[in-house]
């Protein structure tokens, strides 16, 4: 393994930390300055690199920035005693593993340097892998299934129907086809069938000739128009209004069409591929879907499982998306400890991969460090408790959650014996995450799930109590009196418990040591 780097100019902290890692049989080379550390890298490389952030001839910061330029991947420890906020933001946003105030615990540190010594070398391998990761992936039978389906598809015209759950990567599976087919050198034109009000959605599909209604002041081709010699994708098809559809069945048995106000027919060499979350065969009994379109949009159908039916998938695509958030915000790609990727994999995740995408986005934003950890995550992901070990046969068991995700996508009922073959896509479609956080109708019920079991809820009741009276008297500042008295004996709890260790007690609680040492510093604890 190659030495941990240590750089400060106080002799005696690169005494103790080179004595501590010895002890744990990691090997270290200090250093006093930036300079030096700037020329041994032309000769060698660090396993990590642990840096003060002020020193004589040269800042911690701008060390950072010149190391990741030249190492992406290095993890980078930054020290300091000055522990102010734009330090903090600073080491961040150049690309810090870690931010360490002084004076520090030791054990902590040495546990640290650990972690990045850890994750460094068990992600050098798998970083390069994902950098070059295919457009689809996934060890699920249904992704295999994908794979097969999209091969025998290839080379054919044949209309397909994608159903599945909002999120699941209908769209994607479409492009998937598109580009595999004959028609790749063609255009691939989606629209969301949904998201279109009534009255315009003929005029995008069939397109509108000048002075066909008020404010129609040129001739516009349709979607169809501009399909031609590709693929039209038609999203959410079973939203689409039922006299529209029959224009639509028009267009998919002889391939002419007419624009609004036109007079003369048209013809475009169109494949189609339709895709609903909707049970169209219910849809069809409803009335409100012709049964002769949908005949002639299930010709080949594919089913896409909800993420939760295929977890073994969750780890490889949160690495994925992460890597792709941290190359989309030009930050390098956060990493995920194995507790943290077992919380994930137990969620049922209700937005699917859309959803975990939108996860991993927010995890790159907003978790404190470059190895997200369990407490790092969501508050909808902190109640879940982790997965479950596999049965046997290498399915994984029921997972065991204490949190009831609120209002989830209504799931696909069955499409008959046809379903039996399943289909799952592993990417999201890019759209913005669909709200998966609970009303908050009382404290209580945001609470209540990360309660033990063994624990009374008289203290909520106390608090619905006191709430009562407050606001029956007409006050105005009870969400503020209410919050700072929470806040304030939750933190005196931790401390007490931890005999006043701030860094100890903000783990406990799962926030940050800033967090609770700006906490402690603005409700006045004596601690």
């Given at each position: 393994?190659?030495?941990?780097?240590?750089?400060?100019?106080?002799?005696?902290?690169?005494?103790?930390?080179?004595?501590?890692?010895?002890?744990?049989?990691?090997?270290?080379?200090?250093?006093?300055?930036?300079?030096?550390?700037?020329?041994?890298?032309?000769?060698?490389?660090?396993?990590?690199?642990?840096?003060?952030?002020?020193?004589?001839?040269?800042?911690?910061?701008?060390?950072?920035?010149?190391?990741?330029?030249?190492f992406p991947g290095l993890p980078v420890i930054i020290?300091?005693?000055?522990?102010?906020?734009?330090?903090?933001?600073?080491?961040?946003?150049?690309?810090a593993f870690e931010y360490l105030p002084k004076p520090?615990?030791?054990?902590?540190?040495?546990?640290?340097?650990?972690?990045?010594?850890?994750?460094?070398?068990?992600?050098?391998?798998?970083?390069?892998?994902?950098?070059?990761?295919?457009?689809?992936?996934?060890?699920?039978?249904?992704?295999?299934?994908v794979f097969r389906a999209i091969g025998r598809l290839?080379?054919?015209?044949?209309?397909?129907?994608?159903?599945?759950?909002?999120?699941?990567?209908?769209?994607?599976?479409?492009?998937?086809?598109?580009?595999?087919?004959?028609?790749?050198?063609?255009?691939?034109?989606?629209?969301?069938?949904?998201?279109?009000?009534?009255?315009?959605?003929?005029?995008?599909?069939?397109?509108?000739?000048?002075?066909?209604?008020?404010?129609?002041?040129?001739?516009?081709?349709?979607?169809?128009?501009?399909?031609?010699?590709?693929?039209?994708?038609?999203?959410?098809?079973?939203?689409?209004?039922?006299?529209?559809?029959?224009?639509?069945?028009?267009?998919?048995?002889?391939?002419?069409?007419?624009?609004?106000?036109?007079?003369?027919?048209?013809?475009?060499?169109?494949?189609?591929?339709?895709?609903?979350?909707?049970?169209?065969?219910?849809?069809?009994?409803?009335?409100?879907?012709?049964?002769?379109?949908?005949?002639?949009?299930?010709?080949?159908?594919?089913?896409?499982?909800?993420?939760?039916?295929?977890?073994?998938?969750?780890?490889?695509?949160?690495?994925?998306?992460?890597?792709?958030?941290?190359?989309?915000?030009?930050?390098?790609?956060?990493?995920?400890?194995?507790?943290?990727?077992?919380?994930?994999?137990?969620?049922?995740?209700?937005?699917?991969?859309?959803?975990?995408?939108?996860?991993?986005?927010?995890?790159?934003?907003?978790?404190?460090?470059?190895?997200?950890?369990?407490?790092?995550?969501?508050?909808?992901?902190?109640?879940?408790?982790?997965?479950?070990?596999?049965?046997?046969?290498?399915?994984?068991?029921?997972?065991?959650?204490?949190?009831?995700?609120?209002?989830?996508?209504?799931?696909?009922?069955?499409?008959?014996?046809?379903?039996?073959?399943?289909?799952?896509?592993?990417?999201?479609?890019?759209?913005?995450?669909?709200?998966?956080?609970?009303?908050?109708?009382?404290?209580?019920?945001?609470?209540?799930?990360?309660?033990?079991?063994?624990?009374?809820?008289?203290?909520?009741?106390?608090?619905?109590?006191?709430?009562?009276?407050?606001?029956?008297?007409?006050?105005?500042?009870?969400?503020?009196?209410?919050?700072?008295?929470?806040?304030?004996?939750?933190?005196?709890?931790?401390?007490?418990?931890?005999?006043?260790?701030?860094?100890?007690?903000?783990?406990?609680?799962?926030?940050?040591?800033?967090?609770?040492?700006?906490?402690?510093?603005?409700?006045?604890?004596?601690?």
């Open positions: 393994m190659k030495p941990i780097w240590i750089v400060d100019d106080d002799q005696s902290i690169r005494f103790v930390l080179e004595k501590a890692l010895a002890r744990e049989d990691l090997p270290v080379r200090s250093f006093t300055n930036p300079r030096d550390v700037l020329a041994a890298l032309e000769d060698d490389e660090p396993q990590v690199l642990v840096s003060d952030i002020r020193m004589p001839g040269g800042s911690g910061i701008d060390l950072l920035s010149k190391v990741k330029a030249r020290m300091t005693a000055y522990s102010d906020l734009d330090s903090a933001v600073s080491a961040f946003q150049g690309g520090f615990d030791l054990p902590k540190a040495v546990e640290l340097i650990r972690r990045a010594v850890d994750e460094s070398v068990r992600e050098d391998v798998s970083d390069e892998r994902l950098q070059q990761m295919p457009e689809m992936l996934g060890q699920a039978p249904a992704m295999q299934d290839s080379q054919s015209n044949v209309t397909v129907l994608i159903t599945g759950e909002s999120g699941s990567g209908k769209e994607l599976v479409a492009q998937a086809l598109h580009k595999h087919s004959s028609r790749s050198s063609g255009p691939f034109v989606a629209i969301n069938t949904a998201a279109i009000p009534k009255d315009l959605l003929e005029s995008e599909l069939f397109g509108h000739e000048r002075g066909a209604f008020t404010g129609a002041q040129t001739m516009r081709r349709g979607r169809f128009e501009q399909a031609d010699g590709g693929t039209l994708f038609l999203d959410e098809i079973g939203d689409m209004p039922f006299d529209l559809q029959t224009r639509l069945l028009r267009v998919l048995s002889d391939g002419q069409f007419y624009r609004v106000g036109g007079h003369h027919p048209l013809k475009s060499n169109v494949r189609v591929i339709a895709a609903t979350h909707q049970n169209l065969e219910d849809r069809v009994r409803q009335g409100v879907f012709r049964e002769d379109l949908f005949h002639r949009l299930n010709v080949i159908r594919l089913r896409l499982p909800p993420l939760r039916e295929r977890r073994e998938d969750v780890a490889a695509l949160a690495r994925f998306f992460l890597q792709k958030s941290g190359k989309d915000l030009g930050v390098d790609a956060k990493r995920i400890s194995e507790p943290a990727l077992a919380k994930l994999t137990a969620f049922d995740f209700p937005g699917n991969v859309r959803q975990l995408e939108n996860i991993c986005h927010w995890l790159t934003v907003m978790a404190p460090s470059q190895v997200i950890e369990s407490k790092d995550l969501p508050p909808e992901l902190m109640g879940v408790q982790p997965a479950a070990p596999a049965m046997p046969g290498g399915l994984p068991a029921p997972a065991q959650a204490s949190y009831a995700p609120p209002e989830p996508v209504a799931p696909m009922a069955g499409f008959g014996p046809s379903d039996s073959h399943a289909v799952a896509v592993p990417v999201g479609e890019a759209v913005a995450l669909e709200a998966q956080h609970a009303p908050a109708s009382s404290f209580a019920a945001a609470v209540a799930p990360s309660m033990p079991a063994m624990a009374p809820a008289n203290w909520l009741s106390d608090l619905e109590r006191e709430a009562r009276v407050r606001l029956e008297s007409g006050a105005t500042d009870v969400w503020d009196v209410l919050t700072r008295q929470f806040e304030a004996q939750l933190i005196h709890t931790a401390l007490e418990i931890t005999r006043g260790r701030r860094i100890e007690a903000a783990q406990k609680l799962g926030i940050g040591r800033n967090t609770i040492t700006r906490k402690i510093q603005e409700l006045g604890i004596e601690d």
